[in-house]
């Protein structure tokens, strides 16, 4: 009984004892010891599983210097690390993996996920890891990549709804814009070296920063013994990045602000109507109320759709 119990129990023990959040019966909780949260989502429906880690950066954390960098960090969590020190074998790796791969940036967070049969739980956790841990920054695959990401803003500012979109950012946020527009700036972008890349990763790449998620057809007892395993020796940053690094407080607007964008490609005239919501920080169930009170406004059955529709406006 001793020998059977032994591994869970030392996986047990390695986990810090904090209290289970609520959550649906198939999700299930825990945080390492070096702050690394992990979350299981049990789903047998098809043999396939799931990773992702998710990391509290983005573009809320970037001043002008940096506007657009998490994003291609993002990018360059793909190309090369300490186990797959070029592109080609990264992508070699996926392949023997039969992962299908991507990540998003957004403006509080980053995140990098892969899918891939069941069997292959462990070899994908530990190819996470790598990249995850110990990236290479190589000069050439950063002049390779930023014409990329810088191409994504480019196609966006063929979308007048974009540049509609990017001015009023601009309108809403003030000195600040670059903490709330993800996609970045394009002399940053197009200047961008290893050396900045490492200090995004020093400041907020940690456990006690992330969320790592396996999901799919996996046991949580399994799951959880693979992440503390695979990741618990990853150090804790020994600080709260955003206590160390905070974002500034945004100025409240001051007055109502109208603007004409105009456009030679745009075949169809838009409104636009932005505000400030409630700071998380300081009253963050207000900001679950915003965020209903947002999307009931945009459904097609409310009552400002529907009397935009009665005036042939929608």
Known sequence: MLKKWGLPLLAMLSLTAVAQPRLPKNYHWQRLNNGLEVVVIENSRVPLATIEIAVKNGAYTEGPEYSGLSHLFEHMFFKAN?????QERFIRRTEELGAIWNG?????????????????LQAGLKFMNAAMRFPIYRKEDMEKERPVVDGEFQRNESDPFFQLWYTSQKKLWGDLYTRKIAIGDHDIINTATPEKMMIIKDKYYHPNNSILVIAGDVKKEDAFKLANDIFGDWQNSGFDPHQKYPVPDFAPLTKTDYFIQESSIAQTPYIMLNWHGPDFRNDSAATLAADIFSTALGLNSSKWQQALIDKGLA
């Open 82 to 86: 300490k186990d797959y020190p070029d």
């Open 104 to 120: 998003t940036t957004g403006t509080e967070r980053v995140n990098y996920y892969f899918t891939f049969d069941k069997d292959s």
